[in-house]
């Protein structure tokens, strides 16, 4: 079946230093891939997606790039805020109204 | 509106208790999900409604009783809980049946649920 395989955390950085968080999908077909997260005490928010092979998705300095070659959708920022500490999860889905399959989700931390 | 809301933010409750949770949105997606999520895990597909029909049922235990009454509203009814379904109960919601869409699911903040 469908899965997604991110970085184990947690992962602790300081303020203004490069963020990458890895993560790796197994599945058939052409899926949608996404970043969401979590900060704490609240629910999922989408932080951005890509559709295709080569798409590019970014939002908030975020960015990742959909790699079908590799079958990975790395999460990097080139300066992480205190405000970015959350828990971040890649996901992906075939076709709308059906399973989103999550990674473990990774805790990041940024201290002052 | 872009939101999927949900009431109540947190609940209590005994385990000879009966209460509901809800959930709602106004974006015209015609499927809408229950998740459940433990702490510092992935959340967990629970129900599937499409169209207001249940697609998926994840094997959940009949405790938990789902309700789709229209298409902007989900309902989660909670009878005889067991302290381990304490969690965060997440509702979301997306367009059905659209490959590669680009919009994936909207979720709500969550119901923070304890069972004593």
């Known amino acids: 079946g469908d899965s997604v395989t991110q970085m184990e955390g947690p992962v602790t950085l300081s303020e203004e230093a490069f963020l990458t968080i890895n993560c790796t999908y197994t599945a058939t077909g052409y899926p949608s891939l996404f970043w969401y997260v979590q900060y704490p005490g609240e629910g999922l928010q989408l932080l951005l997606k890509a559709t295709k092979a080569d798409d590019k998705g970014s939002n908030k300095g975020f960015e990742a790039t959909y790699r079908k070659e590799t079958t990975s959708f790395h999460l990097e920022k080139g300066s992480v805020q205190v405000s970015d500490s959350a828990v971040y999860f890649c996901?992906?889905?075939?076709?709308?109204?059906?399973?989103?399959?999550f990674g473990e989700g990774t805790q990041l931390t940024v201290n002052p | 509106d872009t939101e999927v809301t949900q009431t109540p933010k947190h609940l209590v409750m005994g385990m000879t208790n009966k209460k509901s949770l809800k959930c709602e949105q106004h974006?015209?997606?015609?499927?809408m999900y229950w998740y459940k999520q433990k702490a510092k895990k992935p959340p967990e597909l629970m129900f599937v409604y499409s169209y207001e029909k249940l697609s998926i049922n994840e094997s959940v235990p009949s405790r938990f009783s789902p309700e789709c009454p229209n298409s902007s509203l989900l309902n989660l009814h909670l009878h005889a809980l067991q302290p381990e379904d304490s969690a965060l109960y997440l509702c979301?919601?997306?367009?059905?049946?659209?490959?590669?869409?680009?919009?994936?699911?909207?979720f709500g903040s969550g119901t923070r649920l304890t069972v004593v």
């Open positions: 979301a919601s997306s367009q059905v049946g659209l490959k590669r869409d680009g919009g994936g699911y909207t």
């Open positions: 974006m015209g997606h015609r499927a």
């Open positions: 996901a992906l889905i075939k076709t709308s109204g059906s399973r989103l399959t």
